[in-house]
């Protein structure tokens, strides 16, 4: 009795520390997924702050103009 206790335990611990690999396998996915949105989210960042200046430079061209 005691033997088939051990093996149905040893089972469940195995499949367990199974469950474990696979979910540290998705969470490393995840973590790669997020340093990649991060950094896109970086260069999205830089590209409307540059489009800001452009913008604002180009208003300001045009105030000029009108202002003469």
């Known amino acids: ?3 088939e206790l051990l093996s149905k335990l040893e089972t469940k611990i195995q499949a367990a ?3 474990i690999e696979l979910l540290k396998m998705e969470l490393e996915e995840e973590k790669q997924k997020n340093h990649t949105l991060n950094e896109q989210n970086q260069q999205l960042s830089q590209d409307l702050t540059s489009w800001n ?3 604002t430079g180009l208003v ?3 105030n000029d103009e009108v202002s003469e």
Do not use: P
């Open 17 to 19: 520390l199974e469950t």
């Open 53 to 55: 200046e452009k913008v």
């Open 60 to 62: 300001g061209l045009l």
């Open 1 to 3: 009795m005691s033997l």
